[in-house]
């Protein structure tokens, strides 16, 4: 593990730019669980029932009932110290940017500034009649569906499947995959497209692609130039360490 982290530090000192991909797997230690695995979120609920457009338009109530508990979880949720590292680290300039497939804010409440949200956020709702957009507070979604004053449903501003990508997300994502010379990719499963291309463009444009997950994935053995199996919250400060 050491030799491993050492030459992720020194990969990272030598680069000229630094980006993350970063999925579920980095707040699993603020106490979100992620989607999949033995805890995961898609084994209580099923994601073609609960978190696909069409199931939120035929009944906005079943899915606001999981949204609403991922909400009370996300707010009490703070940010973990692979959270901070990176935070730490766009601070002293060894990382560039961050595209994030999370929805819960944890990165910018980290202090990191240069986010990209590649799935939206879940700070905000927006008015699915009049496309007015409020700020999401408990208060609002405690009765569900909740609605906005002009009568229409609300929605959390994050994709759904069957949603396309936000333009913006992609351009950017893509531009930051293709101009770094360092990816780190953190707690996720690299299963979801368009997400899972990040780091495949990235290798393809000459970046080393440096793994960090609990479990392998299928990066590990096909595109991770370094592959540390641990906790992000626990590798990422053993990184910063030597940085
Ligand atoms: N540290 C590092 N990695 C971890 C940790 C941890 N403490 N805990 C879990 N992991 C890893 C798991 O091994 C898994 O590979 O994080 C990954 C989480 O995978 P997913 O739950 O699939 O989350 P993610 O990859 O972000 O999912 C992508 O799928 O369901 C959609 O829109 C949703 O953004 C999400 C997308």
Redesign the pocket.
Do not use: L, M
């Given at each position: 593990m050491d030799r491993k982290i050492i030459s992720a530090a020194l990969l990272i000192k030598k680069a000229k730019k630094v980006s993350a991909l970063t999925?579920?797997?980095?707040s699993?230690?603020s106490g979100i669980a992620?989607?999949?695995?033995s805890n995961?979120?898609?084994k209580k609920y099923d994601?073609e029932e609960y978190?696909h457009i069409d199931s939120f338009m035929n009944n906005p109530a079943k899915v606001w009932k999981m949204i609403s508990e991922l909400l009370d979880i996300i707010f009490k949720a703070e940010p973990n110290k692979?959270h901070l590292c990176l935070s730490a680290m766009e601070k002293s300039g060894c990382l560039y940017s961050i595209i994030t497939?999370?929805?819960d804010g944890l990165h910018q409440a980290a202090g990191s500034r240069n986010v990209i949200e590649?799935?939206g956020n879940n700070m905000l709702l927006i008015c699915m009649a009049c496309g007015k957009k409020i700020k999401t507070e408990k208060e609002i979604y405690r009765k569900i569906p909740p609605l906005c004053p002009c009568g229409g449903i609300l929605r959390p501003d994050v994709?759904f499947?069957g949603e396309p990508i936000p333009q913006r997300a992609i351009t950017e994502s893509f531009a930051e995959a293709k101009s770094c010379d360092v990816m780190l990719v953190?707690?996720?499963?690299?299963?979801?497209t368009p997400?899972a291309e990040i780091p495949i463009i990235a290798k393809e444009n000459g970046a080393k692609i440096i793994e960090?997950?609990?479990?392998s994935?299928p990066l590990t053995d096909a595109v991770a130039n370094i592959s540390i199996f641990?906790?992000?919250?626990e590798?990422l400060p053993e990184i910063v360490k030597n940085l």
């Open positions: 999925g579920a797997g980095i699993a230690e992620p989607f999949r695995g995961g979120i898609w994601p978190a692979g497939q999370n929805v590649f799935h994709v499947f953190i707690g996720t499963s690299a299963v979801v997400a960090i997950n609990i479990e994935t641990g906790k992000a919250g590798i």
